[in-house]
């Protein structure tokens, strides 16, 4: 009886052991983007597509201060209060001890420099197939910002999500993402398709998740319930947005929709980063989400 | 006298606003959310003259684009105070979609009032002066809408 005990005991050691090993935070080779020389200024755009300053900026940042990445930002969720971390220049504070291919890690694969998995809150579910030129890029620019000495304030989520080594199951079961059914037929559309599904993480708050948050892909920018409080993020699939092209570019360059409403909450956010791109990304947007299929 | 008139409009505001919570009739909140977008509407009415003249879908005319100038700069001024009492936020009653946070940032909500307030001035001054001059004053109207709906409009139902 105590030595089946001891098997069983040893089994579950191992058996967790073998969990861990699987769901273990992944990492590129650590020189993986060594010889990939960043260009700041390219990065700058990768910086307003991606929308990094609308949550990594201090709350009430405005203008220029929007530079300054001190978090802050508080993401109220099911599973808890998320709060943006200081992703500034700062050694101590920021990540200013960092490398590029720390920041590649983070992105593709939402792991930390220590080999912690980062929260989904971070969207590396979409940013996971960010171009490894786009990330030399955006590092490059990210080094040119303002450091800031705010600390990080720590998350506020519950048991179980509090540990965070059971977040690797949650990536073993949600994360990598893969393009949608969305097929492109031209370089535009592809555009398009890499600016909507990876750098601007749109299907994040467009796209319905189920009971444990992984994003439901059946009904890609559908819509889905306000995570942060009331109403519902719209549907912007054809099926709901009967916006032409030539509207779509408007609104993401003014943000007056075609009634001459103006975005609002998180969107009008969104329309700030957009307004910086060039014309043609914002008209690849648009080519992209008029092919995308109907969700009713 | 029209500044007097300004301060104790938002005066009467931010008394509305801060005051603690009185126990409001269903019927006045209902008739203060829709009178709240009746208001926003005639906005989007007279912006869309302006805006699809800035855009080019239609002919800019001066005397057309100063008459929806005029009227915007009208509607900045109608007296808010009775139009946001407590208890009308989203979640609280039918068809709003004013956060809560408004009522504890008052001083905010009143700074992004007077800068739609000058935004539709510089429009009012420059809607008949040419389709240029009218252009060059859509970006700041535009902002001053956007900044407000930023902070404080949430999405819809």
């Known amino acids: 009886m105590l030595r089946l005990l001891k098997w069983l005991v040893l089994l579950g050691v191992a058996g967790l052991g073998l969990g861990y090993w699987f769901t273990r935070p992944a990492t590129l080779d650590p020189l993986a983007m060594d010889g990939l020389q960043g260009d700041a200024e390219a990065g700058a ?149 890499y600016l909507v599904e990876v750098l601007g993480h749109c299907g994040e708050c467009h796209t319905s998740r189920n009971a444990l948050g992984g994003v439901n892909y059946d009904a890609w920018l559908g819509g889905a319930p306000n995570p942060s409080g009331q109403g519902r993020i719209p549907n912007i699939t054809p099926a709901a947005l009967d916006w032409s ?52 | 006298m029209r500044l007097a008139k300004k301060f104790i409009t938002l005066t009467a505001l931010s008394l509305t606003l801060s005051a603690p919570a009185i126990a409001q009739d269903a019927k006045a909140i209902d008739g203060a959310v829709k009178a709240r977008k009746a ?23 001066a005397a057309v684009a100063q008459g929806a100038a005029s009227s915007l700069l009208a509607l900045i001024r109608l007296d808010a105070s009775q139009m946001w009492p407590a208890g009308s936020e989203q979640g609280a009653a039918a068809g709003s979609r004013a956060k809560p946070e408004m009522w504890n940032n008052m001083n905010d909500v009143i700074a992004k009032a007077m800068a739609m307030q000058a935004a539709a001035e510089a429009m009012d001054g420059a809607a008949g002066q040419g389709l240029e001059a009218m252009q060059a004053a859509m970006g700041g109207v535009g902002g001053a809408c956007s900044a407000c709906h930023k902070a404080y409009r949430g999405p819809k139902e």
């Not at chain 1, 092209?245 to 700030?272: K, R």
């Not at chain 1, 990304?281 to 648009?286: F, K, L, S, T, V």
């Open chain 1, 45 to 193: 755009l990768v910086f307003a597509a991606g929308g990094c300053a609308s949550c990594h900026a201090a709350p009430d940042a405005t203008g220029e201060a929007k530079l300054i990445l001190a978090g802050g930002h508080a993401f109220p969720s099911d599973f808890g209060t998320f709060y943006a971390p200081n992703i500034s220049p700062d050694p101590t504070q920021g990540i200013g001890g960092w490398q590029a291919v720390d920041l590649a890690n983070a992105m593709l694969f939402g792991t930390s420099p220590t080999g912690q998995h980062y929260y989904p809150a971070f969207p590396y579910t979409s940013y996971d197939r960010t171009s490894m030129k786009d990330i030399a890029d955006l590092w490059a620019y990210m080094q040119t910002l303002p450091a800031s000495e705010t600390p990080s304030k720590a998350h506020d989520v519950s048991f179980p999500f509090s540990i965070r080594a059971s977040l690797g199951g949650w990536k073993l079961l949600f994360a990598g993402s893969e393009p949608t059914a969305v097929e492109p037929t031209n370089a535009e559309m592809q555009r398009g398709q």
């Open chain 1, 245 to 296: 092209e030539a509207d779509l570019v408007e609104y993401f360059t003014s943000g007056f929709t075609p009634d001459f409403d103006s975005a609002g909450g998180e969107m009008a956010a969104v329309v700030e980063n957009l307004a910086k791109l060039p014309e043609s990304d914002r008209a690849a947007i648009a080519a992209y989400l008029k092919m995308v299929p109907p969700v009713e």
């Open chain 2, 39 to 61: 208001q926003m509407s005639l906005y989007a009415f007279n912006l869309g003259i302006l805006g699809n003249m800035a855009k080019g879908q239609a002919d800019y005319d």
